[in-house]
């Protein structure tokens, strides 16, 4: 049973203009959401977070939109680059026993075409 | 700092064979883990350690053993290798819980 999904594996998306990478996940004991960004035959690098807490947190070209409710966040990258192209994953933890845990989704794919 | 360094890159093992894959990191931190990603899927935590000689199971333990007698090093053993461990592995650390996450540049194992 997954709990965090990234249901779009691929995005394609002009140079300049927004690109918007979405995340769902099923467990509302996770309190503090994360994204990685991924280049071929390197380790994930971390890009932002956002706690439980917040509703959006920005860093320069990057935010993420966190929803509770629906159990959905997002991540905005403006102007996209393409030097953003890369695998994007979304990662969620949560407190108690599972706190060491990162819960990865599959990944969405970004191309931001020149 | 070098930060999470991982050895070696690539390797063929035959099957029942057994080897370490090597990880260190040079941030003092205290919590150490091991992932395992195959194809078209997310990382998925093998095993982690909060310390020197404190470690515990992750989602796919199975197959694999861990110890930690320092900081920096934390080395995940394969005993008898089975195809079904092909995947690329990485080794991240972290100042704490709730942290991000340093991950090193992976492992890509092939069990044939």
């Known amino acids: 049973d997954q709990q965090v999904k990234q249901n779009s594996p691929s995005l394609s998306v002009q140079e300049g203009r927004i690109s918007i990478l979405n995340c769902d996940y099923t467990n509302s004991m996770f309190d503090y959401f994360l994204w990685y960004k991924k280049y071929p035959a390197e380790g994930p690098t971390f890009l932002i977070s956002i706690s439980s807490i917040k509703d959006k947190n920005e860093d320069g070209r990057f935010t993420v939109f966190l929803n509770k409710s629906a159990k959905h966040l997002s991540l905005h990258i403006v102007p996209s680059q393409p030097g953003d192209s890369a695998v994007y994953f979304c990662?969620?933890?949560?407190?108690?026993?599972?706190?060491?845990?990162?819960?990865f989704g599959k990944g969405t794919k970004l191309s931001v075409i020149p | 700092n070098a930060g999470v360094t991982q050895t070696p890159k690539f390797r063929i093992l035959k099957i029942g064979q057994s080897m370490t894959l090597q990880c260190a990191q040079d941030?003092?931190?205290?919590?150490m883990y091991w992932y395992r990603q195959d194809p078209g899927m997310g990382l998925k935590l093998i095993y982690y350690s909060v310390g020197a000689g404190i470690t515990d199971k992750g989602e796919v333990p199975n197959g694999y053993n861990v110890s930690r007698s320092t900081t920096e090093d934390f080395p995940l053993r394969l005993e008898l290798a089975a195809p079904s461990q092909t995947s690329v592995y990485f080794c991240?650390?972290?100042?704490?819980?709730?942290?991000?996450?340093?991950f090193g540049p992976g492992t890509r194992l092939t069990v044939l």
């Open positions: 991240a650390s972290s100042y704490g819980t709730g942290n991000e996450q340093f």
């Open positions: 990662a969620a933890i949560g407190p108690g026993a599972g706190s060491y845990q990162l819960t």
């Open positions: 941030m003092n931190h205290n919590y």
